[in-house]
């Protein structure tokens, strides 16, 4: 089992852990919409030579008119290939990943996922964090994780995702 940043050649690949791990391309499409774009990252999990799962990261931003953007990250999407989930890949990728974000110097990350997922890594309800989602969605779903204690102090408002968001629905 190895985690290692996106090369050129797992394009293909990744868009086939996506397609399979979701049931449809939406996810798979926009992961090739967003490549490539400032402040994304690509992570793979592999395993016997093959990818078996991905995680991709995109910049999101806080509207609220703030003099100074916080440096944040939304983690979209998350997928393992079917007949390799609940082996602990997700999970190596999640850890993996927001490690090198916050070396990085990013502040936060969110998701829109499962709470009781998420909740393992440390993500908690954006909402006690002041933070709400630019899609109607139930709070207990959008979370978020500071990567560095206090980096959310002072802010609050709404976030939004890259457009490219909107048309994967
Ligand atoms: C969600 C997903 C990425 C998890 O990856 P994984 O490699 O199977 O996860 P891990 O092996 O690290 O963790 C497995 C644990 O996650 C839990 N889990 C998996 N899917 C879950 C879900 N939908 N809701 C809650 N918990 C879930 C399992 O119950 C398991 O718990 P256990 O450790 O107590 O047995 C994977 O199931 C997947 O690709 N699903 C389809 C795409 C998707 O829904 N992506 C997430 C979008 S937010």
Request: hydrophobic share 40%.
């Amino acid at each position: 089992m190895e985690i290692r940043a996106e090369k050129l050649e797992d394009v293909k690949e990744i868009r086939a852990v996506n397609v399979a791990a979701f049931g449809r391309e939406n996810e798979a499409n926009l992961v090739d919409q967003l490549r490539g774009i400032d402040n994304t990252f690509s992570f793979v999990a592999i395993e016997s030579e093959q990818i078996v799962g991905h995680i991709f990261f995109s910049p999101v931003e806080i509207i609220g008119g703030y003099s100074e953007q916080l440096i944040m990250l939304g983690l979209a999407p998350l997928a393992v290939l079917p007949q390799y989930q609940r082996q602990g890949f997700g999970s190596l990728l999640i850890r993996h990943s927001l490690k090198k974000c916050s070396d990085l110097g990013y502040k936060a990350v969110v998701v829109l996922g499962y709470p009781e997922y998420y909740s393992r890594f440390g993500f908690i309800s954006a909402k006690d964090k002041g933070l709400k989602c630019e899609y109607l969605v139930p709070d207990d779903v959008f979370m978020v994780l500071e990567l560095q204690n206090g980096a959310l102090d002072g802010y609050c408002g709404t976030v939004k995702y890259r457009s490219e968001f909107q048309e994967c629905e």
